[in-house]
């Protein structure tokens, strides 16, 4: 099945410390993103890369950081410069071009600070 | 800038209730536009889309329609169902800038009772 799968589940956060979140895709997409969802709020744009060994920031990047090393992979590092990292962390890739381009979300991972 | 703007919910209906949640928009140019639907603890699912003005999206029963005119974008069914609970996200993808970002409505919560 093709699909975009993201993991952990449920990932715990000590004082200081780096966690990486894992997004994998087989459906042959070219871009990939990373949103950041906290309750009662949408999403908002946290990394995103168009092609392999590339990738821009979006509007929240600051304590975060992403590679693409792959095309199938799009891994996201909650570093400790992120002082409030607790939230729902959401991958999407796409397809198409232009006015046709449509963003295909993964499952989530859900981030706690001890 | 760019921005959406819905109704706050939460929205609680009877099964086979009429829904509509409002979704409007600030956009420059013509942005495509989307609703997302999320299940509790799940990512989310596209739910369908509209390119240009007076297009019609629809899927499983919804409807929306681009209106240009009124900056608009509101969600529609004619029959709820109890699997119709979910989260409701309204969003835009403009061209130019910061390519492939996708703007988000904060979201609306419909709960549907049996």
């Known amino acids: 099945d093709g699909g975009i799968t993201q993991s952990p589940k449920y990932l715990f956060r000590k004082e200081g410390q780096n966690v990486t979140l894992s997004c994998e895709q087989n459906?042959?997409?070219?871009?990939m993103y990373w949103y950041r969802q906290d309750p009662g709020q949408g999403l908002r744009l946290i990394y995103y890369?168009?092609?392999?060994?590339?990738?821009q920031k979006g509007d929240i990047a600051e304590g975060y950081s992403v590679s693409r090393e792959k095309k199938e992979s799009f891994p996201l590092t909650v570093t400790s410069a992120q002082k409030n990292p607790t939230a729902f962390y959401l991958c999407a890739s796409s397809i198409g071009d232009g006015v046709q381009e449509t963003q295909y979300f993964g499952p989530g991972t859900r981030l706690l600070v001890l | 800038g760019n921005s959406v703007t819905q109704m706050e919910g939460p929205v609680t209906l009877s099964e086979e209730a009429f829904l509509t949640i409002n979704c409007t928009y600030t956009a420059t140019g013509y942005p495509s536009l989307f609703w997302y639907v999320q299940y509790p603890g799940e990512g989310l699912q596209l739910l369908l889309k509209a390119t240009k003005a007076d297009d019609k999206g629809s899927n499983k029963g919804f409807e929306a329609t681009y209106r240009k005119e009124t900056t608009s974008f509101h969600l529609e069914k004619g029959s709820v169902q109890v699997s119709d609970s979910a989260v409701y996200f309204c969003?835009?993808?403009?061209?130019?800038?910061?390519?492939?970002?996708?703007?988000f409505g904060k979201g609306t919560k419909l709960s549907v009772k049996p």
């Open positions: 969003a835009l993808r403009n061209y130019g800038g910061s390519q492939g970002n996708l703007i």
């Open positions: 890369s168009q092609i392999v060994n590339d990738f």
């Open positions: 459906l042959n997409h070219d871009a």
